[in-house]
């Protein structure tokens, strides 16, 4: 049992240092591509750009997954697919309501896929 919490406060600690990583290039490349695209579309680029650096970190450090199983990318992808659209979504439902809030929009988008995106790697993918 003690493994077991000590494992999961590893996990969390190194999911979260992957994930500001992650949300660092995802807020980063939104912020500029969203002056010269259209906004879904910029939040939409910057999410996928945030998101093979999180597989990757999180395969290989955060749940120290070091198979080579195609398996896992492809339960990734589906699982970054669904968070995906909820990340889009949110910031686009933000900005309905929030015009000019762009970061009001992304702190809620990245809060979202960042919670659905965890409990999808810790109980399906790795």
Not at 24 to 48: H, N, Q, R
Not at 68 to 78: I, K, R
Request: proline share 1%.
């Amino acid at each position: 049992m003690a493994t077991d919490n000590k494992q999961l406060k590893q996990e969390s600690m190194r999911f979260l240092i992957t994930g500001l990583l992650a949300v660092g290039i995802d807020f980063s490349s939104y912020w500029l591509l969203s002056d010269v695209m259209p906004t879904d579309m910029a939040k939409a680029c910057s999410f996928i750009l945030g998101s093979i650096v999180a597989f990757f970190m999180n395969k290989l450090w955060t749940f120290e997954n070091d198979d080579h199983a195609v398996n896992a990318a492809l339960q990734f992808a589906g699982l970054y697919g669904l968070t995906f659209f909820a990340n889009v979504a949110v910031n686009h439902l933000v900005l309905n309501y929030a015009v000019d809030m762009k970061l009001l929009a992304f702190l809620f988008a990245t809060a979202t896929s960042t919670v659905l995106n965890f409990l999808g790697m810790k109980f399906w993918v790795f």
